[in-house]
């Protein structure tokens, strides 16, 4: 089958368009032939071996490696005789050991939901990973009550304008969303929160207590890092739950945990694939995604549908922070 895979770890020169061997589905697993993958941030970082580095603590990929954390498409052949039913059907994957950079991928069924064969695989592949994320961010690492604040940093990107919405869809109140360019602010307000707010003025957080009648925020999801990290705090409310699930901009300085006891703040990290250890969790999180979707309450941003062969191009554009949503991949266009 055609993939794109790399056999060392570098820039984006490393990427391979070309033949691999097909995966064959074991029990419990289905073989999809896909229509649709996704760009994640993550795919960068395991291309660049972030994760292969003793210091990231989240273990590593074997080479060569295949990347893609989502797919969508159509159950081709199943692992086990109880999971014949599947055949045929269209779904909605979740592959997070990667493999969907390619024609056919091999995904656990119990990650999978189907969809409407009418349904739109380009929604639907922009879901699983930073769906996911968001979703567990909101529910899991904290449960957002109805009425409270939210905000959401780095709200353009694939897992920030899910969270935007995943936040109004739960009953959240106030939600407010950041970003660094004009273009990416009118996209934010576009996805309904009540405010968006530049990180890169030196006041910024002022705007986020104005926003707040001066309390600060209930909820904040911090996927930025740097300076951002420590600003944070100048408008998390009394109570606040501060949850860390990215650092573009790198770790930051050490930080002192006894601060939180002033104001009663707890802080939270999220890493999607410590997740897998609660299934029910995830596939709950899965059917949430679909349903909300097919109702037409969560509207996923599509910034871009590359042919597969173009991936390196798609991973440059997520790297130079160029979109706003989710670049897809088109399996059948390669």
Known sequence: ???IYFEEFGTRDVLKFGEMPEPKP???????EVERSSV?????RERQGTYNRPETHVGG????????????GKVIEAGSEEDKVW??????AYTPKGGS???KVVADTHLCVEIPESANADLFAALPNQGLTAYLLLTASTQVQPGESVLVQGASGGVGSLAVQIAKILGAGIVLGTASTTGKLDFIRSLGADGAIDYTRE???????????????DVLLESIGGDIFEQNFECLAPFGRYIIFGSTRGPGQPFAPRRLMQKSQTMTGLYLPVFLTKPELIHAGMEFLVKTTLEGKLRPSIARVLPLSQTAEAHRLLEDREIQGTILLDTKNL
Do not use: C
């Open 61 to 72: 990929i074997e080479l060569p490696h295949i990347s893609g954390l989502q797919a969508v």
């Open 40 to 44: 994640n941030f993550v795919d960068i």
């Open 203 to 217: 006041d910024w957080t002022k705007s986020v207590l104005e926003s707040t009648g001066g309390r600060g925020v």
């Open 101 to 103: 950079y390619a024609e």
């Open 26 to 32: 074991q029990p419990r697993q289905l073989l999809i």
């Open 87 to 92: 055949l045929g059907k269209k779904v909605v």
């Open 1 to 3: 089958m055609k993939a």
